[in-house]
């Protein structure tokens, strides 16, 4: 028994030491991805669940490294935050979001919108707003044309935690930014929170609505969160419709914007622009 408990440590430790290695190896390539701009930030279109016609756009960062490829940001976004990196790496997406801002107002397409993901880290540096405000002072991009999405779970900590949050948050909306729930419905919240967060949208997550089936995976919850919503008076957005099926009871419960695979995955800021400047066929 003693052996087999000898063997649980050892293995224990060698695990620890991997975990080590590769939290160090993706640390060192992070700043390195930021001094080569190894990082690219992909655009997927939210459209309207009526007609399939593109309304606005989600970023959603992508880490091309030398040696390992394409890495997911569920790869490298817990490492930056362990390690401060999220702050850099939170403000070279913002930058690169309000220079795609600036290019479509320039081609005249200023209706569309950008938002982007906010971790929790960054909001807790109480440096995001700040550097919001300068950015988009410096590129002369009105607030409106930006959404922030931050998940439940981060706001539900924020809110018991630090009254910091609550106050960066009516910043946040002071500069015309909208604020989205993301995520919603996969932290401990109950639906009755939604009511406390100072938000525009709240995003029904992408688990109540697609799996390995044709159907919503849970109408009930999807109902709650849109009849909820809309007596808050706030949008909905359902992530990860994958099918027909899907985006027509989705309809049904009345939610009216949707993102997902059955219209298009995140695609380069190029291909986004061309989706716009050439209509869809019918
Ligand atoms: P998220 O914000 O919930 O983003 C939705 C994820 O679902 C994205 O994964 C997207 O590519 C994927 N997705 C979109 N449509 C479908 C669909 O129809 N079916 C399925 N199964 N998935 C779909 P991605 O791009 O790998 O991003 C993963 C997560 O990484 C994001 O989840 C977000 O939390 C985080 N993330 C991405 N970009 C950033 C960023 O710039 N900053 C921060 N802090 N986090 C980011
Ligand atoms: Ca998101
Ligand atoms: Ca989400
Ligand atoms: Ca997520």
Redesign the pocket.
């Known amino acids: 028994a003693k052996r087999l408990g000898l063997n649980k440590v050892q293995c224990f430790t060698s695990n620890l030491q991997t975990q080590l290695e590769k939290h160090l190896h993706v640390e060192k390539g992070l700043r390195r991805a930021l001094e080569a701009s190894q990082f690219e930030?992909l655009l997927?279109p939210k459209w309207s669940l009526a007609d399939c016609k593109v309304i606005g756009f989600?970023?959603?960062?992508r880490w091309r490294s030398e040696n390992d490829g394409l890495i997911?940001?569920?790869d490298f976004?817990p490492v930056a935050e362990k390690t401060g990196l999220?702050v850099p790496?939170?403000e070279w997406?913002l930058r690169q979001t309000l220079a795609y801002l600036e290019r479509w107002n320039e081609l005249g397409l200023c209706q569309y919108g950008i938002a982007?993901?906010?971790?929790p880290l960054?909001l807790k540096s109480g440096q995001f707003v700040d550097m919001l405000q300068h950015l988009l002072q410096e590129m002369g991009i009105a607030g409106e044309g930006l959404e922030v999405?931050i998940?439940e779970e981060t706001l539900l900590d924020g809110y018991e935690e630090d009254p910091r949050v609550q106050r960066d948050l009516s910043r946040i909306r002071e500069l015309g930014v909208k604020i989205a729930i993301?995520?919603f419905g996969t932290g401990y919240s109950s639906l009755r929170y939604l009511r406390q967060f100072p938000a525009d949208i709240v995003k029904i997550d992408?688990s109540f609505v697609?799996a390995d089936q044709e159907d919503l995976v849970e109408p009930e919850i999807c109902r709650a969160v849109v009849t909820m919503a809309e007596s808050l008076g706030m949008e909905v957005i359902a992530?990860?419709?994958?099918t027909q099926q899907q985006r027509q009871q989705l309809m049904d419960l009345g939610c009216r914007v949707g993102?997902?695979?059955?219209v298009s995955?995140?695609v380069s800021f190029d291909e986004a622009t061309r989706l716009l400047l050439v209509p869809a066929p019918d």
């Open positions: 930030l997927q989600e970023a959603l960062l997911s940001p569920q976004i999220i790496v939170g997406v982007v993901n906010v971790s960054q999405e998940t993301d995520d992408k697609s992530e990860g419709i994958e993102q997902g695979y059955l995955p995140p």
